[in-house]
Nanobody
Framework: QVQVVESGGGLVQAGGSLRLSCAAS????????MGWYRQAPGEQREMVAT???????NYVDSVKGRFTGSRDFAKNTVYLQMNSLKPEDTAVYYC???????????????WGQGTQVTVSS
């Protein structure tokens, strides 16, 4: 059983900061990639930041320079430090983990339940 759990969302004024955390736990053999995605009301889910197994972090253009990702490989945890938040950052933020639960098993994608981030103007 694998769990992906996010935390750290909340309500903040424009210009403020929040830090999101996401931990993958359970029967995990190898994590290939983790990522943060967000979905605003009436919008499609979009990638915010992805963390490759090689240590590279990719960001969507709209958050570059404002959001910083980090990863703790030992804890299967990724973080997203969000600074200079804007009202358009308001969304439910989801964590995704692409992983293998046992050797020779196929890649499986797990999603967290999401955490709400609301930025007031």
């Amino acid at each position: 059983q694998v769990q992906v759990v996010e935390s750290g969302g909340g309500l903040v004024q424009a210009g403020g900061s929040l830090r999101l955390s996401c931990a993958a736990s359970g029967s995990i053999f190898s994590i290939i990639e983790m990522g943060w995605y967000r979905q605003a009301p009436g919008e499609q889910r979009e990638m915010v930041a992805t963390f490759t197994s090689g240590g590279r972090i990719n960001y969507v253009d709209s958050v570059k320079g404002r959001f910083t990702g980090s990863r703790d490989f030992a804890k299967n945890t990724v973080y997203l430090q969000m600074n200079s938040l804007k009202p358009e950052d308001t969304a439910v933020y989801y964590c995704k983990a692409d992983l293998v639960v046992a050797p020779f098993d196929p890649l499986t994608i797990y999603w967290g339940q999401g955490t709400q981030v609301t930025v007031s103007s």
